[in-house]
């Protein structure tokens, strides 16, 4: 009890990075704005819904991957060992690695977002009961401390949904030896990566039908407005999705469609027709290109396996502190 109620108190305040987040990256020329801050409620649940868009392929291969590997992907976790998702979301993906892995007495997951934290973290601890669920906030790009409980157990990292694809690859080589100081020598890592393939599905993704995915890119206007009383017309602003083939990467932008001026939080932010907001950048890697990464970030690369199509991939690595 003493942890959902330190939980509830941490979420209450007021995010100042979020607010330093908007001033210096609309500021910026590009102008960017950091994908971290896509997922307040209901970001989180737009999310939600892309995930089960036909055209986003990322969850339904990873899904698939995970069911047909469960029984190898559960080794990597010792008995009485400590699951710590980065970034945990819905517990969809979790839930699978739990059910074959009984091994598993702790799960930590970590996310930035406290209300879909505390709602999964309620029904897997009905659904697992002898499940030691501990969740901590926390914004997963920073250094944070893991529940005393776990000190002394086996650590094993899960980071599934290609969310490792937001970083520049640069940073995602930090991120790696930061998790693996943390999760400590011998630890497991098991990763989701999205790869590189034909633009035509990579921009289909993206850019979905229904266009759900420009809602969700669009509601970082709306959040700005809600939460730190901005001006932004939605209906000026136009979602834009792409695959930049040299750098391997999808780039989220939105674009101004007309000359306009902005107000957020006493400043005035300009805009050109057709300027953009850099919103996010989704890496897509090759097994072997990401499998290197992993190795030039202190980890061994000991497993991957992919979807029948070859669209997604999981990674099994494994710390080795030399
Ligand atoms: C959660 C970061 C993996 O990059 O595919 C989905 C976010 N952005 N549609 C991704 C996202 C647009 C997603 N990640």
């Given at each position: 009890m003493a942890v959902r109620a330190a939980v509830r108190d941490e979420a209450?305040?007021?995010?100042g990075a979020f607010l330093r987040n908007v001033v210096s990256g609309l500021s910026a020329r590009p102008k960017r704005l950091s994908p971290?801050?896509?997922?307040d409620e209901t970001g989180a649940q737009l999310f939600e819904k892309i995930t089960t868009l036909?055209?986003?392929y990322l969850t339904h291969c990873e899904l698939q991957v995970l069911r047909e590997r469960a029984a190898e992907i559960a080794r990597f976790f010792p008995a009485n060992s400590a699951l710590v998702e980065f970034g945990?979301?819905?517990?969809r993906k979790v839930r699978i690695v739990l059910s074959a892995a009984p091994t598993i007495s702790a799960y930590v997951p970590v996310d930035i977002s406290s209300e879909m934290l505390n709602h999964e973290a309620e029904n897997l601890r009905r659904d697992y009961p002898c499940l030691n669920v501990l969740p901590v906030i926390a914004d997963i790009m920073q250094p944070f401390s893991l529940p005393a409980a776990v000190a002394d157990m086996a650590h094993t990292g899960f980071f599934p949904?290609?969310?490792?694809?937001?970083?520049?690859p640069h940073e995602a080589c930090s991120f790696l030896r930061q998790t693996g100081r943390m999760l400590g020598t011998g630890a497991s890592f098991i990763i989701g990566v999205d790869l590189v393939k034909d633009a035509k599905i990579l921009n289909a993704a993206y850019n979905d039908r229904a266009g759900v995915t420009a809602k969700f890119n669009l509601n970082l206007l709306a959040r700005i407005n809600r939460e730190l009383g901005g001006n932004f017309d939605l209906a000026s602003f136009s979602h834009q999705a792409f695959y930049n083939s040299e750098r391997h990467r999808i780039e989220m932008h939105l674009a101004s469609k007309k000359r306009q001026k902005v107000k957020v939080a006493g400043r005035t932010f300009d805009f050109r027709a057709g300027e953009t907001i850099h919103t996010e950048n989704s890496y897509k890697y090759s097994v072997e290109s990401f499998a290197a990464l992993a190795r030039g970030s202190g980890?061994?690369?000991v497993a991957a396996w992919t979807d029948a199509g070859g669209k997604f991939s999981i990674h099994a690595l494994v710390f080795d502190s030399r």
């Amino acid at each position: 009890m003493a942890v959902r109620a330190a939980v509830r108190d941490e979420a209450a305040k007021p995010d100042g990075a979020f607010l330093r987040n908007v001033v210096s990256g609309l500021s910026a020329r590009p102008k960017r704005l950091s994908p971290k801050y896509f997922y307040d409620e209901t970001g989180a649940q737009l999310f939600e819904k892309i995930t089960t868009l036909p055209q986003y392929y990322l969850t339904h291969c990873e899904l698939q991957v995970l069911r047909e590997r469960a029984a190898e992907i559960a080794r990597f976790f010792p008995a009485n060992s400590a699951l710590v998702e980065f970034g945990s979301g819905s517990s969809r993906k979790v839930r699978i690695v739990l059910s074959a892995a009984p091994t598993i007495s702790a799960y930590v997951p970590v996310d930035i977002s406290s209300e879909m934290l505390n709602h999964e973290a309620e029904n897997l601890r009905r659904d697992y009961p002898c499940l030691n669920v501990l969740p901590v906030i926390a914004d997963i790009m920073q250094p944070f401390s893991l529940p005393a409980a776990v000190a002394d157990m086996a650590h094993t990292g899960f980071f599934p949904g290609s969310t490792i694809g937001n970083l520049e690859p640069h940073e995602a080589c930090s991120f790696l030896r930061q998790t693996g100081r943390m999760l400590g020598t011998g630890a497991s890592f098991i990763i989701g990566v999205d790869l590189v393939k034909d633009a035509k599905i990579l921009n289909a993704a993206y850019n979905d039908r229904a266009g759900v995915t420009a809602k969700f890119n669009l509601n970082l206007l709306a959040r700005i407005n809600r939460e730190l009383g901005g001006n932004f017309d939605l209906a000026s602003f136009s979602h834009q999705a792409f695959y930049n083939s040299e750098r391997h990467r999808i780039e989220m932008h939105l674009a101004s469609k007309k000359r306009q001026k902005v107000k957020v939080a006493g400043r005035t932010f300009d805009f050109r027709a057709g300027e953009t907001i850099h919103t996010e950048n989704s890496y897509k890697y090759s097994v072997e290109s990401f499998a290197a990464l992993a190795r030039g970030s202190g980890w061994d690369p000991v497993a991957a396996w992919t979807d029948a199509g070859g669209k997604f991939s999981i990674h099994a690595l494994v710390f080795d502190s030399r």
